[in-house]
Structure formats: C-alpha cells, structure tokens
C-alpha cells in the first residue's frame, strides 16, 4: 500500500500553462506539505496544512496554489508556468501535533519547455 | 528563521567503514531533528530523528547525536554497503509544521 502518492510522476509542458499535481496520503496524518526540489537537490518548503488550514505559506510566487479538499488530499495547481518552474515536486505528510515524522511522495518531475 | 548547514557535501567511503555527516543549525527553539535517504528518482525516507531531549539514538548500523549547547548533530553510519550510497538530507523543525532542510550529503559507498 503506498503511503503518500502523487500524480503525476512527470509532467512535461510549455511556458504560460497552468497544470495541478495531485497528491493524496492513506496514513491518516493531519499535517501535509509541498516542496520544491531544484536541479542542486536543494529542497524547500512551499506549503504546509493542517487539517485542511494552512500554516505555512512560505515566499512562493501568487501562480502557485495548494487546495486540501479534505484531510487526506493536499492538491498544487501551478498558473502561467515558467522555465524557472521546473523541478521536482514533493508531497509529504506527518502526523501533526502527535508526531512531526515526515512521509514523502515519490514526487513530480515537472519540466515547463 | 532556521539555518542548517550540512558537511561534507559529497562523501565517499571503502565498504565496511563508517560514515560521519554532520549538520548545524541556528534556532535553539528547534527541538526536532530528522535525517532523510534519498534514493535516485525517489522521494527522501526517514531513516532515523533524534529530539533535544536526548543526547544519541541508536537503530542497528545508524546513529544520530545532538549537541543542543553547540547546535550540531551528525548522522554516523557503521560498516557502510554499497546499498547505503544515496543522498543524505538533514533537517531541523521547532513546530511540525516547518521544516529546515540541509543542502545534502551524497554518499558513495565502494565495494
């Protein structure tokens, strides 16, 4: 059973278009997150939510955003991609304030042509 | 906000010797503090997390120590295989909710 998955794993588009990667996790966590990882393996952190409310909004571009629709599911809608857009996208989950252990997605390799 | 640096960034070893990684963070509200394997094409895995209320955690060949006085701690992996090699992320949180990331160590193991 996958823990947290997303979809899709790649995702090869051209600049000014707007695409959703989706992710949902099974473990029953009430804290989700989205970050970016660029071509130097840095990862940073986009977004986080917690039983569906956003906490952490850090500097990321007004084209980028999260909807949770519910617990389980914590979805990243990108508007007007750019060059500067590609890179690989993480999903990841925790348990919240009974546990800060983080489960990630197998991720998204977004190229933006 | 948190800063954590990690050394070295690249790190290669002789199968069967160990491997030290080392992290250093900035905040000493950060009471948490998790270190992830990355595979190629895979997303980071949680190998071990240590919290500020304890000095050193063990699990099998893995360890990780804290240093909360000087804020730094090191993941050490003992009698290294060639299935080790991977990238090797540290980070540091004080919430749950935001998480600090190192810049990554990637290890080669050489059989």
Redesign the interface.
């Known amino acids: 059973d996958t823990a947290?998955s997303q979809t899709p794993k790649y995702l090869v588009t051209q600049m000014g278009n707007d695409k959703s990667i989706k992710c949902e996790q099974n473990l029953g966590h009430d804290?989700m997150?989205w970050y970016k990882q660029d071509s130097?393996?840095?990862?940073?952190?986009m977004f986080?939510y917690?039983n569906k409310e956003l906490?952490?909004n850090e500097t990321v571009p007004n084209r980028f955003s999260p909807k949770s629709p519910d617990k389980a599911h914590l979805n990243l809608h990108i508007n007007s991609l750019e060059l500067g857009d590609s890179a690989v996208y993480?999903c990841?989950s925790?348990p919240?304030?009974s546990?800060?252990?983080?489960?990630?997605?197998?991720?998204t390799r977004l190229t933006v042509t | 906000g948190e800063n954590v640096e990690q050394h070295p960034s690249t790190l290669s070893v002789q199968e069967g010797d160990s491997a030290v990684i080392k992290c250093t963070y900035s905040d000493s509200a950060s009471n948490y503090f998790p270190w992830y394997k990355q595979e190629l094409g895979k997303g980071p895995q949680l190998i071990i997390d240590i919290r500020s209320n304890v000095g050193e955690k063990k699990d099998q060949r893995i360890a990780v120590t804290l240093n909360k006085t000087a804020k730094h701690f090191s993941l050490h992996i003992t009698e290294t295989q060639p299935e080790d090699s991977a990238v090797y992320f540290c980070a540091a949180s004080y919430t749950g909710n935001q998480f600090y990331f190192g810049t990554g160590t990637s290890l080669t193991v050489i059989p």
């Not at chain 1, 800060?100 to 997605?105: K, R, T, V």
């Open positions: 947290v804290t997150y130097k393996k840095f990862l940073k952190i986080s917690n906490i952490i993480f990841a925790s919240g304030t546990g800060f252990e983080q489960y990630f997605g197998p991720g």
